[in-house]
């Protein structure tokens, strides 16, 4: 992704614009900084009138503040909680930390948000808890989730991380499960620079989340502990910064959904798709986001983006194709499908009309005629439609040479191929006329991928397949390409099934080949093998598979 110019337009910024510096000073000068103060104590009331909540406990930070929930409703080994898949991995890992399993499921396409439906089929006996994300603003389904929470008997946990001032059927969010939990990093609706908050209205769970947040000490005896805590607290700075933020909430949340409405207006007839926003429900839009048609688009538009001024993200990773959760095959095709077509424009409440239009002007200049497809992207190659596959013959014997000798000057040889080629090994591989199948992609005449399929000629009933794409090249769907290409070939062969290696810290790479159907199992030295079944074909006798 190209880097953003100086004096580009973020992706977020706060607005420290009210009472903070004043609130703060006044810190200072009672030399009250610290875990107490009055501040801590406004700044917690203030939040529970808000949101309508009975308890409220101010945090260090947002991740902290979902394993203080998970501690206090007493999840830990044993248990399972159910999360959506597409979330920010926080969520999960907090999960991870009691020492509970996280249990994906997937999203709906219309908002985004975890689909009921999949919460009801993953409960177990196991089932503890239901983590509910509303993810970017969108309240989740509030009325399906705490049915199926109380039907079951299991608890029900709000991460409202990113939809502080959202409301379902005129209640906010965070009011609904037996416990919830905010964050106040830098870039949410209203910060502390670092800071989350723990709410509930039981007040049983309100004396147990104080207990741990404050280093298990016992109320009544002086330097006594008797549970082992955290030392989760805020500071009084902090609260400080907050209860100033706090008093213009209204203010920021009406006026993202202003810049909300001006993105949608302005986008109308471009080929991207915004949230829904149901009349039972108010969107707070942390980060306004759209999905652009083709997957392909993505990255490119961003890098369209950037080379403008524009910074943007791309919506989050699926956490199940993330290598410490990866672990275990799973599809969620919504979420996976989303996340490869999402992208986070310029949100934050100060951004001005103007800027919102250079936004706006931007994405549609990259949807003009020629654009589009012509355009040197942040990825680096031109798209040609379409490119070509072709099988590697003597005539790409210098080119493909070239092309390893690219890879080894981006040291990335032996990414995505197990193992790297000098020119003689490359001229061998085009002359070679063997069971085996090795193809080149080619764009504008240009090698910009390789593909193998080997080990029938060395006696394996299973082969294995290999693709590397030029890295300036990646990011326009060229892996998928020969991904697909080559298992077509592989069943033509017949193959029953095909083999492959992929490094645990590639996570692209590990999405790419599960939305293709791989199922993966432990390699050796930080690797995962993919095994991808090829239905309707034979294969004839010999060693298991290619290595």
Not at 53 to 62: D, L
Not at 440 to 459: A, H, P, Q, S
Not at 476 to 502: C, D
């Amino acid at each position: 992704m190209a880097s953003v110019k100086a004096g580009a337009i973020p992706v977020y910024q706060p607005d420290l614009s009210g009472n903070e510096k004043r609130y703060v000073l006044e810190c200072l000068d009672s030399t009250w900084i610290s875990s107490k103060g009055k501040f801590l104590g406004e700044f917690e009331e203030r939040f529970s009138e808000y949101v309508g909540v009975k308890y409220s406990h101010a945090v260090c930070n947002g991740t902290v503040a979902l394993h203080l929930a998970l501690v206090t409703l007493g999840i830990g080994p044993g248990d399972e909680v159910i999360v959506p898949t597409l979330t920010y991995v926080a969520a999960v890992n907090a999960i991870a930390y009691t020492g509970a399993t996280p249990v994906f499921v997937d999203s709906l396409p219309d908002t985004w948000q975890m689909d009921p439906v999949d919460v009801r089929a993953k409960i177990t006996s196991r089932t503890k808890g239901i983590m509910v994300v509303h993810l970017y603003g969108q309240p989740c389904d509030m009325d399906a989730l705490t049915a199926i929470a109380r039907e079951h008997g299991i608890f029900l946990v709000e991460d409202c991380a990113e939809a502080f001032g959202a409301r379902w059927k005129g209640r906010h969010v965070g009011t609904f499960g037996d416990i919830a939990t905010f964050s106040f990093f830098g870039n949410k609706t209203i910060t502390t620079g670092e800071g989350g908050m723990v709410v509930t209205n039981d007040q049983t769970l309100a004396a147990r989340a104080k207990h741990f947040k404050g280093q298990g000490l016992a109320a009544h005896r002086e330097y006594w502990h008797d549970v082992i805590g955290y030392n989760y607290r805020m500071t009084n700075i902090c609260a400080a910064i907050g209860l100033a933020q706090l008093e213009r909430a209204e203010e920021f949340i009406t006026r993202k959904r202003e810049l909300a409405a001006a993105y949608r207006e302005g986008l109308r007839g471009v080929p991207v798709e915004m949230h829904g926003e149901p009349a039972h429900l108010i969107h707070s839009h942390w980060m306004i986001s759209i999905l652009v048609n083709d997957a392909a688009d993505r990255d490119p538009l961003r890098g369209w983006l950037a080379e403008r001024g524009i910074e943007t993200r791309p919506l989050f990773y699926p956490v199940h194709t993330m290598p410490m959760y990866a672990v275990r095959f799973q599809r969620h095709p919504v979420a996976e499908n989303l996340a490869w077509r999402g992208i986070n424009l310029p949100s934050w409440p100060g951004l001005t009309d103007g800027q919102v239009g250079e936004v706006v002007s931007a994405i549609r200049a990259f949807f003009e005629d020629g654009n589009r497809r012509n355009k040197v992207a942040s990825a680096g190659a031109p798209i040609t439609t379409p490119p070509i596959i072709a099988t590697v013959g003597p005539e790409h014997a210098s080119s493909l040479g070239e092309f390893f000798e690219r890879l080894n000057d981006f040291g990335v040889e032996n990414f995505f191929h197990p193992h790297s080629l000098t020119v003689e090994e490359a001229a061998s591989r085009a002359a070679y006329t063997g069971r085996d199948f090795y193809c080149v992609l080619m764009n504008g005449g240009k090698i910009v991928g390789y593909g193998m399929l080997r080990g029938w000629d060395e006696g394996y009933e299973i082969p294995s397949l290999g693709i590397v794409v030029d890295p300036p090249s990646q990011g326009h769907g060229y892996g998928r390409r020969l991904m697909n290409h080559l298992r077509a070939v592989a069943a033509e062969r017949g193959a029953r099934r095909i083999r492959l290696t992929v490094h645990l810290e590639n996570a692209a790479a590990i999405a790419l080949y599960r939305s293709l159907g791989y199922a993966f199992q432990d390699g050796e030295d930080g690797k995962l093998i993919g095994f991808l079944e090829l239905q309707n074909s034979a294969t004839a006798p010999g060693k298991e598979s290619a290595g």
